[in-house]
Antibody
Framework: EVQLLESGGGLVQPGGSLRLSCVAS????????MTWVRQAPGKGLEWVSI????????FYADSVKGRFTISRDNSKNTLYLQMSGLRADDTAVYYC???????????WGQGTLVTVSS | SDELTQPPSVSVSPGQTARITCSGD??????AYWYQQKSGQAPVLVIF???KRPSGIPERFSGSSSGTMATLTISEAQVEDEADYYC????????????FGRGTKLTVL
């Protein structure tokens, strides 16, 4: 069974930065795209970003474009999300998800909570 | 970017059939995917490519799509099916970005 373990969440002040990590196991990491999806407290799911299997291609939601950077280290089976210029409306649980062929999230981690507050 | 519209809530009695719809222009050109999210848990994929069921998902979950609407059907709904359900599709503008519907709260009681 695919395993995804996120870390790096926490409390950060508005305008601050944070890097999330997601360690993947039990599948061949470097042949699948990976995604980040977030969920604000009490709200629905919001697609954030996707990165190709090689890391060469990335896409972002308009709400995070220019502030967030997705990356991966295939030698470490690890996905990252570098977040900067954080705002209160970035407060959410951030889920790492493996992408199935067709770029949809098929397996999800348990999420890590990011709280942006002074 | 594309938008997907879902009803905020659906309510059925145990044993009845629940139908949750997802509408939007993307549905006529892209596959629909459906996720179940129970309170405090991560989402779980229950339908992919409009109508396919991942291994381990009960047969009572089925999907269909026609025109600009996709439908998740839960036959003989059980109390344990009570959850939030989200549809998803890739954006028609680039085939990589994704979009979720706002979610439907299914109540079974």
């Amino acid at each position: 069974e695919v395993q995804l373990l996120e870390s790096g969440g926490g409390l950060v002040q508005p305008g601050g930065s944070l890097r999330l990590s997601c360690v993947a196991s039990r599948f061949i990491f470097n042949v699948y795209a990976m995604t980040w999806v977030r969920q604000a407290p009490g709200k629905g799911l919001e697609w954030v970003s996707i990165i190709s299997d090689s890391g060469a291609t990335t896409f972002y939601a308009d709400s995070v474009k220019g502030r967030f950077t997705i990356s991966r280290d295939n030698s470490k089976n690890t996905l990252y999300l570098q977040m900067s210029g954080l705002r209160a409306d970035d407060t959410a649980v951030y889920y790492c998800a493996k992408a199935g062929y067709g770029n949809y999230p098929d397996y999800w981690g348990q999420g890590t909570l990011v709280t942006v507050s002074s | 970017s594309d938008e997907l519209t879902q009803p905020p809530s659906v309510s059925v009695s145990p044993g009845q059939t629940a139908r949750i719809t997802c509408s939007g222009d993307a549905m006529s050109r892209k596959y629909a995917y459906w996720y179940q999210q129970k309170s405090g848990q991560a989402p779980v994929l229950v339908i992919f490519e409009d109508r396919k069921r991942p291994s381990g998902i009960p047969e009572r979950f089925s999907g269909s799509s026609s025109g600009t609407m996709a439908t998740l059907t839960i036959s003989e709904a059980q109390v344990e099916d009570e959850a939030d359900y989200y549809c998803f599709s890739t954006d028609t503008s680039d085939n990589h970005s994704g979009v979720f519907g706002r979610g439907t709260k299914l109540t079974v009681l």
